[in-house]
């Protein structure tokens, strides 16, 4: 849970956050079959240094909850 927790808040380690975001990439990239694995990457990346991730999750938890 720390770990998860760092990840989205933008302070875990380098690997931690890589293999984070690539089972991301994968994600994204099953999702949308026309796009490229290092645009998924990209999408996973930017979703976690912006706060986005983090604020999906914090939603989710409210609709849930």
Known sequence: AAIFDNVLN????EAQKNCVIANAAFAIRTLDND?????AIRQAKESIESGRALDR?????????
């Not at 933008?10 to 380690?13: E, N, P, R, V």
């Not at 796009?35 to 645009?39: G, L, P, R, V, W």
Request: hydrophobic share 40%.
């Open 35 to 39: 796009i490229t694995i290092n645009e």
């Open 57 to 65: 999750f914090n939603r989710f938890l409210s609709l849930n909850s």
């Open 10 to 13: 933008d302070k875990a380690t």
